[in-house]
């Protein structure tokens, strides 16, 4: 499975903007496959720990507050080269730098509100999924 699976976070403003269709549909048109999803609102525990390598940082708190303010939706994508084809798909973290056509020039409000959280690394994406997901939420055929 390695190189074929990332995973994504529908952060808190795209989902209350209704943006989770469009982004699904972007994300499904560029050839990954949804192999897990769910919606939760994380709790402050549960945030600080997804994002505990940010801890320290001056945008940590604030992170950990937008994180908290609504519901996501969190996603395991299966596609080859899953990590960095998504890091491509998303763009830039700061919207206003982000490739045109990209989810996050699309959607994102600013460098915080950047719509999509997305892996950074083969390794974190395992981490990231078993962080979100036990075995039986995972589609496998
Ligand atoms: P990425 O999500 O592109 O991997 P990072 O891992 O560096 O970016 O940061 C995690 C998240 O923290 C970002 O997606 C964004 O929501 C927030 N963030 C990062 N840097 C800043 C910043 N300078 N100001 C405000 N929020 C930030
Ligand atoms: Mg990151």
């Known amino acids: 499975m390695n190189g074929e699976i990332t995973f994504t976070i529908v952060k808190p403003s795209s ?6 269709g469009p982004i699904l549909t972007q994300i499904t048109e560029n050839g990954f496959k949804i192999i897990a999803i769910k ?10 720990a997804f994002y505990s390598v940010h801890k320290g940082k001056f945008f940590f708190d604030d ?15 299966e596609k080859d080269n899953a ?7 998303i763009g830039a973290t700061n919207p206003e730098k982000a490739d045109n056509g990209t ?9 915080q509100r950047n719509a ?14 078993r ?5 039986l939420e995972i589609f496998a055929d």
């Open 15 to 20: 989902i209350s903007r209704n943006h989770l």
């Open 39 to 48: 919606m939760l609102h994380l709790s402050t525990y549960q945030a600080s």
């Open 63 to 77: 992170l950990i507050e937008y994180m908290t303010s609504g519901p996501v939706v969190v996603a395991m994508l």
């Open 83 to 89: 990590v960095d084809d998504f890091r491509k798909l």
């Open 103 to 111: 989810i996050r020039k699309l959607y994102g409000i600013d460098m």
């Open 116 to 129: 999509v959280h997305g892996s950074d690394s083969d390794e974190n994406a395992l981490i990231e999924c």
């Open 131 to 135: 962080f979100f997901f036990s075995d």
